[in-house]
Nanobody
Framework: QVQLAESGGGLVQAGGSLRLSCVASGSIFSINDMGWYRQAPGKQRDLVALISSGGSTNYADSVKGRFTISRDNVKKAVYLQMNSLKPEDTAVYFC?????????WGQGTQVTVSP
């Protein structure tokens, strides 16, 4: 059974920073993509950032230049450094990994940015 443990969410003022972490555990042979999605109240879950096993990254336009995704393959961990946070970044952030043959999601961590 694969589990994803997220941490690092919280309440921050606009302009502040947070760092999200996600560590995968369980029967994982290899991890392809790792990433973060977010879902605001009443909205769909959207991609924030992805990082491939080779280190290639992909960001939503709304976070480019402010957020940085990274991963540690030994620890099976993915991180999201979020700087210059805006109130519109408020959402539940979900960790995501794509393995062979399945995809897994974390439980989500709340990020709230006050004006």
């Amino acid at each position: 059974q694969v589990q994803l443990a997220e941490s690092g969410g919280g309440l921050v003022q606009a302009g502040g920073s947070l760092r999200l972490s996600c560590v995968a555990s369980g029967s994982i042979f290899s991890i392809n993509d790792m990433g973060w999605y977010r879902q605001a109240p009443g909205k769909q879950r959207d991609l924030v950032a992805l990082i491939s096993s080779g280190g290639s990254t992909n960001y939503a336009d709304s976070v480019k230049g402010r957020f940085t995704i990274s991963r540690d393959n030994v620890k099976k961990a993915v991180y999201l450094q979020m700087n210059s946070l805006k109130p519109e970044d408020t959402a539940v952030y979900f960790c995501y990994i794509r393995t062979v043959p399945a995809r897994y999601w974390g439980q989500g961590t709340q990020v709230t940015v006050s004006p």
